[in-house]
């Protein structure tokens, strides 16, 4: 079985601040690997997805991650947050073969502050 | 192009009765999924349809949960004699490939129960 662990149920920054939200994995089985992100009154939407090749995957509004398969981990960053950034988010994976359902954590919630 | 809708975005029931749950997936999306997001967690997995085949209920909390995809599109959730403990979000999401783990899956707005 697959778990995720995201250790901060909460990150307040200020704007333009650097943020990192981390995840965590466990998994005996290779997995592929994704951040959702959850805007207020809106469904999931990905955000980005390490499935295979460079360890860094980046997002088309600034976001990055990098699997680290030593560490387990696969942390979201942006070098400059915005407003717009305030959001649940979501670190999830998924089985190369077999159960194709997603494993979540249970969430960050950035709020940027001005 | 369209997304996944869900329908009702909310719903109130008196415990013990049955609710049912609506998902349009993305047109020509194979498979389709559903999730149970309590509050303050992250969504945990129901069922997974690939078209009109249920091929993994695992997640389905009890037998009072029920779903399916006759026409391998639209799909229901059913959840008979509602609890308290079933008020959650129900999130769908479908995607366009039958096979392989790395296809994305697109969420719907999802469905708040609420059971009192």
């Known amino acids: 079985a697959q778990s995720v662990t995201q250790l901060d149920s909460q990150v307040p920054v200020f704007e333009e601040a650097p943020v990192e939200l981390r995840c965590n994995y466990s998994?005996?089985?290779?997995?592929?690997l994704f951040w959702y992100v959850q805007y207020p009154n809106q469904g999931l939407q990905l955000l980005l997805k390490y499935l295979s090749g460079s360890t860094l995957v980046e997002s088309i509004n600034g976001f990055e991650a990098e699997f680290n398969k030593s560490q387990t981990s696969f942390h979201l960053r942006k070098p400059s947050v915005h407003i717009s950034d305030t959001a649940e988010y979501f670190c999830a994976v998924r089985k190369y073969t077999g159960r194709r359902a997603l494993t979540f954590g249970s969430g960050t919630r950035l709020q940027v502050q001005p | 192009g369209a997304g996944v809708s869900q329908s009702p975005r909310y719903k109130v029931a008196k415990r013990g009765q049955d609710v049912a749950l609506r998902c349009d997936p993305i047109s020509g999306h194979v498979s389709l999924f559903w999730y149970q997001q309590a509050l303050g967690q992250g969504p945990e997995f129901l069922t997974y349809?690939?078209?009109?085949?249920?091929?993994?209920k695992s997640g389905l909390p009890s037998d009072r949960f029920f779903a399916e995809r006759p026409e391998g599109s639209v799909s229901t959730l059913k959840i008979q004699r509602t609890q308290q403990e079933d008020s959650a979000v129900y999130l769908c999401?479908?995607?366009?490939?039958?096979?392989?783990?790395?296809?994305?899956?697109?969420f719907g707005p999802g469905t708040r129960l609420t059971v009192l």
């Open positions: 349809f690939q078209n009109e085949a249920q091929l993994d």
């Open positions: 998994s005996s089985v290779s997995v592929y």
């Open positions: 999401a479908s995607s366009p490939l039958a096979g392989g783990g790395a296809d994305t899956q697109y």
